[in-house]
């Protein structure tokens, strides 16, 4: 079910996924301002197994510092999103069902969904998502072993779904345009921007990649 929630997605979408691990003792906050500096739209908090509390204070910090330049999504924890102000919630797969956690937020805040297949992106779509993240596209150290969908995977999911679709896994600034070209609406990235000496520049170069310019 196609909804205008989607229009508050701008595209395309560069969306930057959060891992403590790649931050080197960095404040994730810094970080996150700097890669909106560059171009990133939409901030994805997912910080695994980071109590409730802790993660509501890090995501206001982190709502804060990018000061309405993107969307802030935070990962799995409903309320939290709702505590911190943030636009949306992402769901991995794992996750109850989107049309249960969309009757429970109602039309307010933002739902992503992660998918790796044509039927799982319909039936998101179906039940309410605003925003589809699919993968595994290439080879990723984020995710060793996953099972690969290649560019004709993009491909087949764009084709069929009405609402935008961030492809993710092992998204470099070298191979993000021929992810674009498949119909995504844009990428989603951890190291390609967590990793870099330059938090900005990186996320200037993917947003010059998606074909965006940065904003002045």
Known sequence: MTSNRSDRIAVPALVLVTDAAHLRGRDLAEVARQAVDGGVSIVQLREKGMPHDDLVALAERVHAAIAGRALLFINTDVIAAVRAGAEGVHLP???????????????????????????????????????????TV????????????GIEGVR??????????VA?????????????????????????????ADARAAAAALRAAIGAPVKA
């Open 93 to 135: 797969e794992s996750a109850p069902p989107t049309a249960d956690i969309r009757a429970s937020v109602g039309d307010h805040i933002l739902i992503s969904r992660a998918v790796h297949g044509i039927g799982a992106a319909l039936q998101a779509e179906r039940e309410g998502a605003d925003l589809l993240q699919l993968g």
């Open 138 to 149: 290439f080879a990723t150290a984020s995710k060793p072993g996953a099972a690969l969908i």
């Open 156 to 165: 087949e999911v764009c084709a069929r779904v009405s609402i935008p679709v």
């Open 168 to 196: 993710i896994g092992g998204i470099t600034a070298a191979n993000a345009p021929e992810v674009m070209r498949a119909g995504a609406a844009g990428v989603a990235v951890i190291s390609s921007v967590l990793d870099a």
